[in-house]
């Protein structure tokens, strides 16, 4: 059986904001991030962890790696509370944030990797290992190139093997493919789908990017104002919410007749009427289905379908007036 890595219950963070009214007074407000969430993830699974800006996505975070203590609720992460025990936390937990780099700018990319494994007392065999099988998985042709020379991606797949050399139990993941080009985003989504398939890490993305979902993760967890709004997977919450793709057709001359097919609208066209962008609910019409409609109607000259953004979806759930309870 498994156990929880992560488990948190009514889990709550306040924080206390001062504006001055006047000139020489202040009033004092009450901002909650998280308002009682109830998470808890199972050894090796791999959770996206989404929301819009705002939703209390960061502080969760920062929580859970002991940054920030809770106002309310239970915590703990690998079985320790993250803040009253946060040194040996950090041995077990890895984390790759964008804004922040575990590299040494001026030195050799090796360099960076061995002062890690002293830092964290890493026995050289085992650093050894985990080096040669990242080094493989992650082409790691560079090892001896200094930091500052390489390229975002090279550096994004450098920051994934600092965060996991020491072993951690639970890698927290921001952002992993933002910036990055087409390759880079495939050996980063490879190799994590790798470490997933392997079951000894449990990892917690955070992304706006629906391709990164699709791809890696089977589970989905979705906050807005600080609550849980999702528990589930991709195709639960399209399904639940009826979240929609815009698909844009271009013709080679103007539809004879206007497209009727249900959940299918047009939302605009071109002057020239042979450029037309459709709202598509998926659950009612296949994107297939309107493909072949367009394609029978008239001469198709190509086609694009836009996933929508987990802000679109988020957005969509609480103008249905859903309320704010798991799936």
């Known amino acids: 059986m498994t156990s929880a890595v992560i488990e948190a219950r009514g889990l709550r963070r306040d924080f206390t904001i001062r504006k001055r009214i006047g000139r020489f007074r202040r009033q004092r407000s009450v901002v909650t991030a998280v308002d009682g969430i109830d998470l808890r993830i199972e050894a090796g699974e791999l959770v996206g962890y989404l929301g819009p800006n705002g939703a209390g996505k ?21 079985g320790l509370e ?6 040996q936390l950090a041995r077990r937990i890895g984390v790759v944030f964008g804004q922040r780099s575990q590299l040494w700018w001026d030195l050799p990319l090796r360099d960076s990797f061995e002062l890690a494994r002293h830092i964290w ?9 985990r080096l040669a099988r990242f080094t493989r998985e992650l082409d790691l042709s560079f090892l001896d190139t200094p930091v500052r020379q390489l390229s975002l991606g090279q550096r994004m797949r450098a920051e994934l093997t600092i965060a996991l050399l020491h072993g951690p139990q639970v890698v927290f993941l921001d952002e992993p493919t933002i910036g990055l080009d ?17 079951g000894d890490t449990t990892v917690v993305l955070t992304t706006h990017d629906l391709a990164d979902i699709e791809r890696l993760c089977r589970r989905l967890v979705v906050i807005d104002h600080g609550r849980v709004v999702h528990d589930g997977t991709l195709e639960s919450l399209h399904a639940r919410y009826g979240s929609r793709r815009a698909v844009v057709a271009t013709l080679a001359e103007p539809l004879p007749e206007p497209v009727r097919l249900p ?3 047009l939302v605009q066209i071109s002057p020239d009427g042979r450029v037309l962008t459709f709202s598509l609910d998926g659950s009612r019409t296949p994107a297939g289905h309107l493909i072949a409609t ?6 198709l000259r190509d086609i694009s379908i ?7 979806v ?9 309320d704010a309870g798991t799936a």
């Open 82 to 87: 993250p803040v009253t025990q946060r040194r």
């Open 314 to 322: 988020v957005a969509r759930l609480y103008a249905d007036g859903t």
């Open 121 to 129: 007392r890493v026995p050289p065999a085992d650093h050894a290992a």
């Open 294 to 299: 367009l394609a029978a109607l008239g001469s």
């Open 263 to 265: 959940g299918v609208d």
């Open 182 to 198: 087409v390759l880079s985003k495939q050996a980063v989504r490879a190799f994590l789908t790798e470490l997933r398939d392997r």
């Open 58 to 78: 960061s502080t969760t975070i920062k929580m859970l790696t002991g940054v920030l203590r809770p106002t309310a609720g239970y915590l703990r992460v690998c």
């Open 306 to 312: 836009a996933e929508p953004t987990i802000e679109d």
